[in-house]
């Protein structure tokens, strides 16, 4: 490669980040599912897969993906700045 090392390693990690997302968007979603349901009324959504269920189900795989792009770009930029930083501070103690 004809980049320098930094930027390469700020590129790669970046793309690791958005790919990292693709596997643990659904479960942000069913997160977020499960937070938001009002508390004392009867409970839509009990554990993860059943919420995962419920919503491929009545909404599609589309909707396990919501909110896709920016939560991978945030990722992605999040893991390129830790590698950058991380492959710095080993540089300056000799490794």
């Known amino acids: 490669s004809t980049l ?3 930027l390469w390693t700020a590129i790669t990690s970046f793309g690791c980040g958005i790919f990292a997302t ?3 968007a659904p479960f942000d979603v069913v997160k977020s599912r499960i937070q938001q349901q009002v508390s004392g ?3 839509k959504y009990r554990n993860t897969f059943q919420t995962l269920n419920i919503i491929l189900q009545n909404e599609g795989p589309q909707a396990v993906f ?3 792009w920016p939560k991978a770009l ?3 930029l999040g893991f390129a ?3 950058v930083a991380f492959n ?7 490794a």
């Open 41 to 43: 009324s009867e409970a």
């Open 4 to 6: 320098p090392p930094v």
């Open 88 to 94: 710095a501070m080993q540089a300056c103690q000799g």
């Open 74 to 76: 945030r990722m992605g």
């Open 22 to 24: 693709i596997f643990n």
């Open 81 to 83: 700045v830790a590698q």
């Open 66 to 68: 919501k909110g896709f």
